[in-house]
């Protein structure tokens, strides 16, 4: 066993010294273009069928048979879109199948296959159009005309292309006049060469060569199509007319083989003539293939002789010697000599039966072949005037169009004449005829070149469908040929089968037999996978059942411990506000005692202030005045909260002072240190009450919001609550069904006897508690409606009706449910 698995070369399908690579352009492509891959797909079966290698299987690359084969359709394309078909590479490659395969890069001359011509410049670059021949016209003319083989010579271009022309030819089988001819040294010199195939271009030569060559196919210009040369093609001799009086013929064929369109005035009439020119075209052959008269019937007689014979039997003897009566071996010698006589009427039997059946089967296969022709004849007779109808179809489409194009023109010279009329009102008459003279000449030029130009595209369009339409007539014929000898094939096979033996139809009918049987066990096993589902859907409703119960409980305790942490918090405002409270009154308590101290001491400085009047002359007064001062000082430093200390300078001041100023001066300071003292305590008063309002709007706010919170966590716990009550109250029969059916689910007997009232109680308590006896009872009080709307709840209940012997009642209870 190998751990490593070697990667297997892909073996390159095309065997040909020359071959093709392209690319199309991108709007072009397969991926991109839908009826591009259509075509793509119809040529590469086609190929197949033929045992070719499909192109589909070789892109990029390709023979020259299977590309000419798939650029052939992609010109319809071109001719019914009116737009080329352009291509973003193409070259043509060589390839040695003698030497290694490794496929070279474009524009390398590296590999095996390689790059040999491209032609992808502007000024020839490949392309497809309504015009298209084959590729040896542009590939000829790029070998010629391009710059880059400017340094070779006419006799190395020449071998060039004819080896590329004898590679072409043996790909596609075609003959040399049905390919590009090459130019002659002259033609070359001159440059810019430009070739045509003389079959399209001069039809004598294909005719004077078909002469010669039985095989070679003839250009028919009338039907634009190849034939065989014993063939003869028929031309029409009529002479053209001029361009009016064609504007106005009936449909008819020229001696180029173009139908022309009629004027349009009558459309029935034009298309019966366009039907009955139709008939006068020679018809098209289609080649096939078929065996000589001889071989078909020596064949034939080959094959009936085989499937009617039959080998008689014989019985086996010996030589034996003869013996007289009475002798040994007597009795073997007679019976010996008659067993030669019967094998002598055996052979003779077998030969007849043999001859027999030989006549019949060829008389059946007569008979089969022709009704085979009948059907072809029938075939060829229901589509013999296919490529009339085609034609007369389009020929009626590109009148329509070329009415309305007409109608176009005339309405843009009716327009410019009229333009031209208002200019020319003024002019004279003669300049007025002028123009419509010429009016009339630009409407009849213009009809006749529109007329042409639709004539020659209803050609185009006719010659691509009807060469598609013959294909894919011989298709659908080949295939009728192929489907009527497959079936008389088969049928004359069933008939030479049953000369020998019989059908196997004990065994059909004991595979009919284990096909029942198994359809049976499928249908079973179904039955017992829907219930098996059923209950775990079940069991799933019982569990989201469940959880919808306890959500409103959930939610319920996550509310009451919302509430609680809010009288929490509800609790420390109203601590927070007490002390607040307390604050406040020990800030009014401090304030009385502060006024009863200054009460006290303005009392006190009244009395030492009458006091020092009265002793203006005592030194003991300067003390006194000193001591009230440092008392007065003291007292207000106090009340203020910032002692204040005398200092030496005002100490040694006061003596200094005249002894007559001193009351004066006392009055003065004490009412100075009374304005301040008022003054501060307004100001400290102001701020107490601002703090307290500031605290009180600030608690007030709190407890707004905390009562706001309060209540709604209140209404929704009691929404919550209501719900809860809701689903605690007495249930629907419906809903007790339901909650009935999801506790038999569980096999839960408490939750069953909740809703004793359901319909199934009976039957659910006995296959919850196994009770056999106690099921039959509850199902045959159920009566002749045995359907329990459950397949889990049948199930059981046929199980223990089962169990209970009562064999016919569970397959009632089956079937019922």
Same mark, same amino acid.
């Given at each position: 066993?190998?751990?490593?698995?070697?990667?297997?070369?892909? *073996?390159?399908?095309?065997?040909?010294?020359?071959?093709?690579?392209?690319?199309?352009?991108?709007?072009?492509?397969?991926?991109?273009?839908?009826?591009?891959?259509?075509?793509?797909?119809?040529?590469?079966?086609?190929?197949?069928?033929?045992?070719?290698?499909?192109?589909?299987?070789?892109?990029?690359?390709?023979?020259?048979?299977?590309?000419?084969?798939?650029?052939?359709?992609?010109?319809?394309?071109?001719?019914?879109?009116?737009?080329?078909? %352009?291509?973003?590479?193409?070259?043509?490659?060589?390839?040695?199948?003698?030497?290694?395969?490794?496929?070279?890069?474009? &524009?390398?001359?590296?590999?095996?296959?390689?790059?040999?011509?491209?032609?992808?410049?502007?000024?020839?670059?490949?392309?497809?159009?309504?015009?298209?021949?084959?590729?040896?016209?542009?590939?000829?003319?790029?070998?010629?005309?391009?710059?880059?083989?400017?340094?070779?010579?006419?006799?190395?271009?020449?071998?060039?292309?004819?080896?590329?022309?004898?590679?072409?030819?043996?790909?596609?089988?075609?003959?040399?006049?049905?390919?590009?001819?090459?130019?002659?040294?002259?033609?070359?010199?001159?440059? %810019?060469?430009?070739?045509?195939?003389?079959?399209?271009?001069?039809?004598?030569?294909?005719?004077?060569?078909?002469?010669? %060559?039985?095989?070679?196919?003839?250009?028919?210009?009338?039907?634009?199509?190849?034939?065989?040369?014993?063939?003869?093609?028929?031309?029409?001799?009529?002479?053209?007319?001029?361009?009016?009086?064609?504007?106005?013929?009936?449909?008819?064929?020229?001696?180029?083989?173009?139908?022309?369109?009629?004027?349009?005035?009558?459309?029935?009439?034009?298309?019966?003539?366009?039907?009955?020119?139709?008939?006068?075209?020679? *018809?098209?052959?289609?080649?096939?293939?078929?065996?000589?008269?001889?071989?078909?019937?020596?064949?034939?007689?080959?094959?009936?002789?085989?499937?009617?014979?039959?080998?008689?039997?014989?019985?086996?003897?010996?030589?034996?010697?003869?013996?007289?009566?009475?002798?040994?071996?007597?009795?073997?010698?007679?019976?010996?000599?008659?067993?030669?006589?019967?094998?002598?009427?055996?052979?003779?039997?077998?030969?007849?039966?043999?001859?027999?059946?030989?006549?019949?089967?060829?008389?059946?296969?007569?008979?089969?072949?022709?009704?085979?022709?009948?059907?072809?004849?029938?075939?060829?007779?229901?589509?013999?005037?296919?490529?009339?109808?085609?034609?007369?179809?389009?020929?009626?489409?590109?009148?329509?169009?070329?009415?309305?194009?007409?109608?176009?023109?005339?309405?843009?010279?009716?327009?410019?004449?009229?333009?031209?009329?208002?200019?020319?009102?003024? &002019?004279?008459?003669?300049?007025?005829?002028?123009?419509?003279?010429?009016?009339?000449?630009?409407?009849?030029?213009?009809?006749?070149?529109?007329?042409?130009?639709?004539?020659?595209?209803?050609?185009?369009?006719?010659?691509?469908?009807?060469?598609?339409?013959?294909?894919?007539?011989?298709?659908?014929?080949?295939?009728?040929?192929?489907?009527? %000898?497959?079936?008389?094939?088969?049928?004359?096979?069933?008939?030479?089968?049953?000369?020998?033996?019989?059908?196997?139809?004990?065994?059909?009918?004991?595979?009919?037999?284990?096909?029942?049987?198994?359809?049976?066990?499928?249908?079973?096993? $179904?039955?017992?996978?829907?219930?098996?589902?059923?209950?775990?859907?079940?069991?799933?409703?019982?569990?989201?059942?469940?959880?919808?119960?306890?959500?409103?409980?959930?939610?319920?305790?996550?509310?009451?411990?919302?509430?609680?942490?809010?009288?929490?918090?509800?609790?420390?405002?109203?601590?927070?506000?007490?002390?607040?409270?307390?604050?406040?009154?020990?800030?009014?308590?401090?304030?009385?005692?502060?006024?009863?101290?200054?009460?006290?001491?303005?009392?006190?400085?009244?009395?030492?202030?009458?006091?020092?009047?009265?002793?203006?002359?005592?030194?003991?007064?300067?003390?006194?005045?000193?001591?009230?001062?440092?008392?007065?000082?003291?007292?207000?430093?106090?009340?203020?909260?910032?002692?204040?200390? $005398?200092?030496?300078?005002?100490?040694?001041?006061?003596?200094?002072?005249?002894?007559?100023?001193?009351?004066?001066?006392?009055?003065?300071?004490?009412?100075?240190?009374?304005?301040?003292?008022?003054?501060?305590?307004?100001?400290?008063?102001?701020?107490?009450?601002?703090?307290?309002?500031?605290?009180?709007?600030?608690?007030?706010?709190?407890?707004?919001?905390?009562?706001?919170?309060?209540?709604?966590?209140?209404?929704?716990?009691?929404?919550?609550?209501?719900?809860?009550?809701?689903?605690?109250?007495?249930?629907?029969?419906?809903?007790?069904?339901?909650?009935?059916?999801?506790?038999?689910?569980?096999?839960?007997?408490?939750?069953?006897?909740?809703?004793?009232?359901?319909?199934?109680?009976?039957?659910?308590?006995?296959?919850?508690?196994?009770?056999?006896?106690?099921?039959?009872?509850?199902?045959?009080?159920?009566?002749?409606?045995?359907?329990?709307?459950?397949?889990?709840?049948?199930?059981?209940?046929?199980?223990?009706?089962?169990?209970?012997?009562?064999?016919?009642?569970?397959?009632?209870?089956?079937?019922?449910?």
């Amino acid at each position: 066993m190998s751990f490593f698995h070697r990667k297997r070369k892909q *073996k390159f399908l095309i065997t040909d010294p020359y071959l093709v690579r392209f690319e199309l352009a991108s709007d072009f492509t397969p991926e991109n273009n839908s009826q591009i891959k259509q075509i793509l797909d119809d040529v590469s079966k086609v190929q197949k069928e033929n045992h070719e290698t499909p192109l589909s299987e070789t892109l990029p690359f390709a023979s020259f048979k299977t590309a000419e084969d798939f650029f052939d359709q992609l010109r319809s394309v071109a001719a019914q879109n009116a737009q080329p078909i %352009n291509f973003d590479y193409f070259a043509v490659w060589t390839y040695d199948t003698n030497e290694p395969t490794k496929i070279g890069k474009p &524009s390398s001359g590296d590999g095996n296959p390689h790059e040999l011509i491209t032609m992808n410049r502007e000024d020839h670059q490949f392309t497809i159009n309504s015009e298209y021949q084959n590729m040896t016209v542009q590939l000829f003319e790029v070998i010629f005309n391009d710059p880059d083989n400017a340094d070779f010579s006419y006799e190395d271009k020449l071998d060039y292309c004819k080896k590329l022309r004898e590679a072409y030819l043996n790909s596609t089988q075609l003959d040399e006049s049905q390919i590009a001819s090459l130019p002659s040294m002259n033609e070359a010199n001159k440059g %810019n060469v430009k070739l045509s195939i003389p079959s399209l271009s001069h039809p004598e030569v294909a005719v004077k060569e078909a002469e010669n %060559n039985n095989t070679a196919p003839v250009y028919d210009p009338t039907s634009h199509t190849f034939s065989n040369a014993s063939t003869p093609a028929t031309t029409n001799n009529e002479q053209p007319t001029s361009a009016k009086a064609a504007s106005q013929a009936e449909a008819t064929v020229n001696d180029q083989g173009v139908r022309t369109f009629d004027t349009p005035t009558n459309v029935t009439n034009e298309a019966r003539e366009t039907t009955q020119s139709a008939e006068h075209q020679p *018809k098209r052959e289609r080649r096939t293939m078929r065996k000589s008269v001889e071989d078909e019937a020596q064949e034939q007689t080959d094959l009936a002789r085989t499937k009617g014979h039959i080998d008689a039997p014989q019985f086996a003897v010996s030589v034996l010697d003869p013996v007289e009566p009475g002798h040994k071996g007597y009795v073997e010698y007679q019976l010996n000599q008659r067993m030669k006589t019967y094998n002598t009427i055996l052979k003779k039997m077998g030969k007849q039966i043999s001859s027999k059946n030989e006549k019949a089967i060829i008389n059946v296969r007569q008979t089969f072949s022709k009704q085979v022709d009948q059907a072809i004849q029938e075939f060829d007779k229901k589509h013999e005037h296919d490529d009339d109808k085609l034609f007369a179809n389009i020929q009626n489409d590109m009148k329509d169009k070329a009415n309305d194009k007409i109608k176009e023109a005339n309405d843009v010279v009716d327009l410019k004449t009229q333009k031209l009329k208002d200019q020319a009102k003024q &002019s004279y008459d003669s300049q007025i005829n002028e123009i419509n003279h010429q009016a009339e000449k630009e409407k009849i030029d213009n009809e006749n070149n529109i007329m042409q130009s639709f004539t020659n595209k209803a050609q185009d369009i006719f010659s691509d469908q009807l060469a598609e339409h013959d294909q894919k007539l011989q298709k659908s014929k080949d295939e009728l040929v192929h489907k009527l %000898n497959l079936k008389y094939e088969l049928e004359s096979r069933e008939q030479a089968a049953q000369l020998r033996a019989d059908g196997d139809k004990i065994l059909q009918e004991a595979f009919r037999k284990m096909n029942d049987n198994l359809d049976n066990l499928k249908s079973q096993t $179904i039955r017992e996978n829907n219930s098996a589902k059923e209950v775990n859907i079940s069991q799933q409703r019982v569990e989201n059942e469940k959880q919808r119960l306890e959500a409103p409980f959930k939610d319920l305790q996550q509310a009451q411990s919302k509430i609680q942490a809010m009288q929490d918090r509800l609790s420390t405002a109203t601590a927070e506000r007490d002390q607040y409270k307390k604050q406040l009154t020990d800030q009014e308590a401090l304030l009385h005692e502060s006024s009863h101290k200054m009460e006290a001491m303005q009392e006190r400085i009244n009395t030492l202030t009458t006091k020092q009047a009265n002793d203006k002359v005592s030194k003991s007064n300067n003390d006194s005045v000193e001591l009230l001062n440092k008392l007065v000082t003291l007292q207000v430093a106090q009340a203020m909260g910032k002692p204040k200390t $005398i200092t030496a300078e005002q100490s040694e001041q006061q003596p200094d002072q005249p002894v007559e100023a001193a009351p004066a001066n006392n009055n003065s300071n004490m009412n100075l240190m009374m304005k301040g003292f008022k003054r501060l305590t307004f100001v400290l008063i102001v701020v107490i009450v601002a703090l307290l309002a500031l605290g009180g709007w600030g608690f007030v706010h709190q407890q707004r919001a905390y009562s706001q919170q309060l209540t709604n966590n209140t209404k929704l716990m009691n929404a919550k609550l209501a719900k809860a009550r809701q689903a605690n109250q007495p249930i629907s029969q419906k809903e007790a069904d339901q909650k009935a059916l999801i506790a038999l689910h569980e096999n839960s007997l408490s939750k069953l006897n909740k809703y004793s009232n359901e319909q199934y109680y009976n039957l659910d308590k006995a296959i919850v508690e196994n009770n056999a006896s106690a099921a039959q009872s509850a199902v045959q009080g159920m009566g002749n409606n045995l359907h329990m709307n459950d397949h889990y709840r049948a199930a059981q209940a046929q199980n223990l009706l089962t169990k209970a012997g009562n064999n016919s009642l569970a397959k009632k209870v089956g079937d019922a449910n």
